[in-house]
Structures are given as C-alpha cells and as structure tokens.
C-alpha cells in the first residue's frame, strides 16, 4: 500500500463504516431515509469532543475524497434512474411547470442568499440543493466551484433539515389541502429535495402517487447537468478575466506580467461527471438493461452517496452554525417555503 493510499484509506474505512449503520438504522426504521441518518451520523461525530481531534487529523483526507470523488461517481450512477421515457410520459404541462419551478427556486434563492449577505458559495449551493435534488446536488456544484467541505457543510446541513422535516409536515397538510392521492405525489416529487425524502414522504399515499413523485422528482433531477453547465461556463469566463484592471493580463507597471487564470485551471463548460451522469441517461432510456444491472447500480450509488454526505456531515460545525448560521438558516427556511408553495401551485392547474 502506498503512502498516498494509507493517507486517506482510514476516512474511507470510516465512512464506509457509517454507511453500514445508517443502513441499520434504515432497515429498522424505513421512513427514515438512509442518505439522512448517514448525513446525521457525519454531523454527530463532527461534534464529538472525543472524536473530533481524529475527524480533522488522520481521517480527514480519506472524508475528503469520499465528500469530492465519491459524491461525483455517486452523480454520475444517478442517470441510471432516469428513463427520458418516464418524463416524456407526464405531458407537456408536468414537465414544463417543474422546470420553472427548478428555475424560479434556484434564482429566488440565490437572490436571497446573496441579499441577506451569505459568505462565499453559499448562496449558490444552498439555491442548486433546494432547487434540484438536495445533497448531491450541492456536492456536485461544489465540485465545479471548488467549494471547501466547510462551505458545503451548511447547505448540506439546511437542506437535510429542511428535508427531513418535509417528512413530517407535507402529510398533515395533505387532506387539508383537498389533494388526491396523485395530487400529493406530484406535490411531493417537485417540492421535496432528496430522492430519499421523496419516497419516505410519497409512500404514504399508496404505489401510485410514489410512482408518480419519483417521476417528477428525477425530472428536477435532470435539470442538473443543464445548471451545473451553466455554472462551470460563467467560472470559466469569470475565471479567464485578468488580475488587472483593464483584464488584458498586460504587463503591470511594474513590468511584471499580470496574473492570470489559465485554460488548465478553469473548470470544463461540462464536467466530467455530468457527462458521464448524461451518458448513463441516455443509456437507461435507450437500451433494455436487466433487473439485476439496474439493482446493482442502484446499490452502488446508494453506498457511495451516503459516504460522501457522512464526510459531508463530519465538515459541520453546529457551535459556528448556531452562532453565525442564524442567516442561512432563514434562507434555507425561506426557499422550503419558496418550492412548497411553487409545487402546490403547479399541482392545482396541471
């Protein structure tokens, strides 16, 4: 084993760890989605006194690469529950009014994050979690801006919160609101983040309405390559601005030359991952793949995601975030909202 390898072997060990007793507590407790305990399990041992010197000492590289590289494999398997048949078979007014509601979450939120003054990326990461698919959505636009765990670890955080308490709430306000069994299916599919928070919220009202919510779901799901593009070709630009004022990258009066960013340092117009999340779309629309095949995948994107949010989890830092996270905590509030009420009005006229 070389050195490189024991560097980060033990973080993955660990995470490969509480991914097993995330899938305990699962398989005892099934309403509660796999990917949030293993998000939990991360924050809880980011906050142990005991554990803490150990989680940024010898395991923090191995949680690293499970947060970064684990997360983008994770992505890339994701493609293979999406079928462009499945979304074709909702109709036009569906497919149309989910796709505003991904857009009009992620620019109300990214408003809003930038207008209560949030630091950094996290205006940009909390919006594309909201707006699209929750946790991985926000470790795969991390990847593209070169986010640091740290900085991911509070959208990460909200959107679980948020997550897991949609759970609990969109159920009592089901018949309240006069909605059908089908009705509270597409409700869920557009207004809830996670996959997972999807099918534990939907399953309430029967196979159908799950069915339905997983369709619509995945249909925000797809929106991803197109804004995680978007975003890497604006960092692209951006980041090919020189340092001096004019952006010529001239030489400075002091006749050295002004720094700039090369073609290497930029992030691809389409990174390697949602290329490869595209390709295995495309793959699970157009060839008849095997039962076992699909289950396999399903598996494996299952483990690897939950690795990487456990080593998201572990970068939280609950004394800071109730200190300074007082900001995000309403944005992320704010923008729950935003989509619930977006979701409610797409399912009253469709």
């Excluded at 709430?169 to 069994?181: Q, Y």
């Amino acid at each position: 084993m070389s050195r490189v390898d024991r560097v980060w072997i033990w973080g993955i060990a660990a995470a490969a760890g509480a991914t097993l007793v995330a899938w305990a507590v699962h398989s005892i407790v099934p309403a509660v989605p796999l990917l949030t305990v293993a998000v939990v399990l991360g924050i809880v041992v980011g906050q142990l006194p005991v554990l803490r010197p150990a989680v940024t000492g010898v395991l923090k590289p191995g949680l690293s690469v499970a947060a970064k590289r684990l997360m983008r494999l994770g992505v890339v398997l994701l493609g293979l529950k999406l079928s462009l048949v499945d979304i074709a078979g909702l109709g036009w007014l569906t497919i149309t009014t989910t796709v505003l509601i991904v857009i009009l979450t992620f620019f109300g939120t990214l408003w809003l994050g930038r207008r209560m003054g949030l630091p950094g990326h996290q205006p940009l990461l909390i919006a594309t979690g909201f707006a699209i698919c929750g946790a991985s959505a926000i470790g795969a636009m991390s990847g593209v801006v070169k986010a640091k765990d740290e900085e991911t670890a509070t959208p990460v955080a909200l959107v679980t919160l948020c997550g897991t308490l949609a759970i609990g709430v969109l159920p009592l306000l089901w018949h309240p609101l006069g909605l059908t069994d089908l009705q509270f299916g597409h409700w869920v599919g557009a207004g809830v983040h996670d996959v997972g928070q999807v099918v534990a919220t939907a399953q309430i009202a029967g196979t159908a309405a799950l069915a339905v919510a997983v369709v619509v779901k995945l249909t925000r799901v797809l929106m991803l390559a197109p804004i995680v593009a978007s975003v890497a070709v604006y960092e692209r630009r951006r980041q090919a601005v020189a340092v001096s004022p004019a952006g010529t990258g001239l030489p400075q009066s002091d006749g050295t030359a002004a720094a700039t960013t090369t073609a290497a340092g930029r992030p691809p117009v389409l990174p390697l991952f949602v290329a490869g999340f595209l390709a295995l779309v495309l793959v699970r629309t157009l060839v008849p793949l095997p039962p076992a095949v699909l289950g396999a995948a399903d598996l494996a994107q299952t483990v690897l995601l939950a690795m990487a949010l456990f080593g998201l989890g572990t970068a939280v830092r609950l004394g800071s975030l109730l200190r300074t996270g007082g900001r995000a905590l309403g944005v992320g509030l704010a923008s729950w909202l935003l989509i619930a009420v977006l979701a409610l009005g797409a399912v009253l006229i469709s």
